[in-house]
């Protein structure tokens, strides 16, 4: 059974989620909060697999209280999916850069989000990867953004070229088909990179990929 907490200073879409999670067989909502503050909180009391977290909460934000689910040893195993309108939130990046495992438009079907909600709470990260790209995209194409090919210096080339089809959003098996390498060995890859690079989850790899130049994002 994944554990699921809700996290919205909205009522009513707090009651709505629930409302849908309730309905899958396989999930339990084991909590609800209305800020940033209470969500980690419950997120330790409740013993959650996944946090729904809203971005913009009273008090503590979703990107902060991400931001302590991830440096909290005891909540490792707490996969975070931010809540986001998308079309003008870009505080994503931010989030993601705290420790959110992917992101859920609000306006997300029914079904895609008890999909998604499984997908995380399996392992996997970086829901709808062609959505986030542009975000990320948009974002990093700031003009203060600044790339640093640091970053990922003690990475060799075949790594390289592995991050660089992560930041394109390729999964395991697409970053194999390209590489002529088996779905395996991209995997064993992609977790090497993630230990040379100490990130936490896919997600942050898109990001590393993004910031050391190795993805240009395209233009706003």
Do not use: H, W
Not at 28 to 49: K, M, S, Y
Not at 66 to 71: E, G, L, N, P, V
Not at 167 to 191: D, F, H, M, Q, W
Request: proline share 4%; net charge negative.
């Amino acid at each position: 059974m994944i554990r699921v907490l809700l996290a919205d200073d909205q009522g009513l879409v707090r009651s709505a989620f629930a409302l849908l999670i309730r309905s899958a067989p396989d999930m339990e909502v084991v909590g609800e909060a209305a800020d940033g503050e209470a969500a980690v909180t419950l997120a330790r009391e409740c013993r959650a697999d996944v946090v729904v977290m809203d971005i913009r909460m009273p008090g503590v934000d979703g990107i902060e209280a991400t931001r302590r689910i991830a440096a909290d040893d005891d909540l490792a195993g707490v996969r975070v999916l931010i809540l986001t309108t998308f079309s003008n939130d870009e505080n994503v990046l931010g989030a993601l850069r705290a420790g959110a495992s992917g992101f859920l438009v609000k306006d997300t079907k029914p079904a895609s989000l008890l999909e998604a909600i499984r997908t995380v709470a399996g392992g996997e990260e970086l829901l709808s990867p062609g959505a986030t790209r542009a975000l990320i995209s948009r974002v990093l194409a700031q003009p203060e953004v600044v790339f640093s090919a640091r970053v990922v210096d003690g990475l060799t080339d075949r790594e390289r070229e592995v991050l660089t089809l992560i930041g394109r959003g390729c999964n395991n098996a697409e970053i194999a088909e390209v590489l002529v390498i088996s779905p395996l060995t991209a995997k064993t890859y992609v977790s090497r990179i993630m230990t040379k690079l100490d990130a936490r989850d896919r997600a942050q790899l898109v990001i590393t990929a993004y910031e050391s130049g190795l993805v240009r994002p395209a233009a706003p």
